[in-house]
């Protein structure tokens, strides 16, 4: 009875000993060995929008052997690791931030072997097996453009495409599978170019643009769960945003504040893609060159800045907000413009506002212009 006492405790103990070396798992830990460099120091850097910022810097020993590790988990979302010669490789920190590398300086991609974090093991399987597919489809596509389409290598030259895209999407479709959940997965679908469906029939039966368009831009954003802020830490969620207001919204300004109120309202989901969202449609608002984009700064400050609803901006900023938003305010196009007196050819003081005319041409020069 005493000995099964005893062996119990031992089992218990143990037990208890692997809940606290579980548990003890906290924080980030990375190690990594890389052949071919030694004596140096490299660089733990994260992507936030479409920027890198350093987090993390380790000294390489004279075998190449390296580690980044903190005591705080890291934000999840794409890292990359820099070494000497303008060298780099991407790591994908989510669940797993306790793993090795290892790989060599002349073959990063190629020689790359992950332990402790699946998804990177597989995220580079990934990179492997889709690197050849990519070339041969590229060669392939050059080749086609090349022919005529009634050339009998042409089709014969499609269906190898084809069959390379079929493999590729297999790839894709693996790994999502394996990884529902995971960053590099959220990246991949979020990469999926949405399909252009037939445009709805009026009563009339001739096609509605504008409802296609309208489905279009809501289909856009089907494969982004705006709760998850993992894809702001990759260049990905950036690219998207620029592409939907560059290319997507229509360039007139009253478009383009009614997919920012859009946009931004989906993001309130999180509060991380909030934040970057609406900086990134202000920032677009303030470095657009087409005529009446500056009404989308204006709406910005008025209904969400000066609202108090960007609290992590300084105080001078939001000063130096509301002034510009002032200033543009008189001049947005439909506004009425601000007064101004101009001297007539006789010498008369003669104000804008008192011209009584349907359309007024304002003609500004200057000698040295």
Not at 193 to 208: H, Q, R
Not at 275 to 287: E, G, H, I, Q, V
């Amino acid at each position: 009875m005493i000995r099964y006492k005893f062996v119990s405790a031992i089992v218990l103990f143990i037990a208890v000993l692997g809940i606290s070396c579980s548990a003890a798992k906290t924080g980030y830990h990375i190690k990594v060995n890389i052949e071919g460099i030694k004596d140096t120091t490299t660089i733990l850097a994260y992507y936030y929008g479409a920027s890198q910022y350093v987090k993390d810097t380790a000294i390489v020993d004279n075998k190449g052997f390296f580690e980044f590790t903190g005591e705080e988990s890291l934000d999840k979302g794409m890292y990359m690791i820099v070494l000497p010669g303008d060298r780099y490789f991407d790591i994908i920190v989510d669940k797993d931030q306790h793993f090795e590398i290892k790989t060599e300086a002349d073959n990063l991609v190629g020689a790359m072997e992950v332990s402790g974090s699946p998804e990177n093991d597989s995220f580079y399987n990934y990179m492997r097996q889709l690197r050849p597919l990519s070339e041969s489809m590229s060669e392939l596509r050059q080749k086609i453009m090349e022919l005529e389409p009634d050339d009998k290598q042409h089709q014969e030259l499609r269906n190898r495409y084809s069959k390379l895209e079929r493999e590729a999407e297999k790839l894709k479709a693996d790994h999502i599978n394996n990884f529902p959940d995971g960053l590099f997965t959220a990246v991949l679908k979020a990469q999926e170019d949405v399909p252009i469906p037939d445009a709805p029939l009026n009563e009339d039966g001739m096609p509605d643009r504008k409802l296609l368009y309208l489905q279009y831009i809501e289909d856009y954003w089907k494969n982004i769960d705006f709760s998850d802020d993992r894809l702001i830490r990759t260049p990905v969620y950036h690219q998207k945003l620029n592409h939907f207001f560059s290319s997507v919204v229509i360039q007139i300004p009253d478009s383009i504040v009614s997919a920012a109120d859009f946009i931004i309202e989906k993001s309130r989901a999180h509060d991380e893609n909030f934040k970057y969202t609406l900086w990134f449609a202000m920032n677009f608002s303030d470095r657009s060159n087409i005529m009446g984009i500056d009404k989308l700064f204006v709406h910005l400050a008025d209904n969400y800045y000066l609202k108090g609803e960007a609290d992590w901006i300084s105080e001078d900023r939001l000063e130096a907000i509301a002034k510009r938003a002032e200033t543009l305010r008189p001049l947005l196009i439909g506004a009425k413009a601000p007064d101004m007196e101009v001297f007539t050819p006789e010498k008369e003081k003669l104000s804008l506002h008192s011209v009584d005319a349907k359309y007024t041409v304002i003609y500004f020069w200057d000698s040295e212009c």
